[in-house]
């Protein structure tokens, strides 16, 4: 996996658009990495440095109500979470702006080591 520089330093939750990754990195030091989905163009994950503002275990979608967990939320409504559609369905689907996952398991073990304020990287 290549970092963007502003991964290299700190506690960094670490996400290629290009690569359709999500990295977990500490002081630079990738400790694991997950399958990541993005929003379409209607509904884009926007690129750019944001900190984990809020987090919510059983998140639900008050907009489509959808199911959420493990949400870290960085960007207003946006949020890195488990997707079951993602899970399910692969590639072929989009989010609504957000990061999906399709790894539950490492997605809480994500939702537990990232706090408040850590950086979030999109690129």
Known sequence: ?????????????????????????????????????FGS?????RNGSFKVTWKSRNHVSSIYGSAMPFSLFFDGGRAVHYSRSFYEFGWAGT???CVNTRDYEMTGKLFDLARVGDKVIVY
């Open 41 to 45: 163009s209607k509904l884009p994950t």
């Open 95 to 97: 989010s609504a702006g």
């Open 1 to 37: 996996m290549t970092l963007d520089a502003r991964c290299k330093t700190g506690r960094v939750i670490c996400i290629s658009k290009a690569q359709n990754k999500l990295s977990w990195v500490v002081n630079g030091q990738i400790q694991f990495v997950l399958d990541a989905r």
